[in-house]
């Protein structure tokens, strides 16, 4: 019903900056409430920021928000995540996904297949 594809990973300075997109396509077009999640090797999936079907409010937990952005352009179809200030402990897979619902603890019903960002000191 929902697939969604990351794009935008790779390696960067601490410090830099990366913008991470998915692309989201649904049959019904559907519009969802998105979110970004991430992965470190040997750590639990972690949620770094959610947006609402319109764009209007965003979520984000606190070792991000000062440093992360998201957005969307349903027009596209497209869901960004920009990173600035870059820190080796933002190292990691990170993931898309289309939520169930809105708020805590984030439940999704799809992702993306990942991408990989690699932060160096």
């Known amino acids: 019903q929902v697939q969604l594809v990351e794009s935008g990973g790779g390696l960067v300075q601490a410090g830099g900056s990366l913008r991470l997109s998915c692309a989201v396509s649904a049959r019904t077009n559907t519009i969802y409430n998105m979110g970004w999640f991430r992965q470190a090797p040997g750590k639990e999936r972690e949620f770094v920021a959610a947006?609402?079907?319109?764009?209007?409010?965003?979520n984000y937990p606190d070792s991000v928000k000062a440093r992360f952005t998201i957005s969307r352009d349903n027009a596209k179809n497209t869901v960004y995540l920009q990173m600035n200030n870059l820190k080796p402990e933002d190292t990691a897979v990170y993931y898309c996904?289309?939520?169930?619902?809105?708020?805590?603890?984030?439940?999704?019903?799809?992702w993306g297949q990942g991408t990989h960002v690699t932060v160096s000191s």
């Open positions: 996904a289309a939520l169930r619902g809105w708020g805590e603890p984030w439940p999704s019903n799809y």
């Open positions: 947006i609402n079907w319109s764009g209007a409010n965003t």
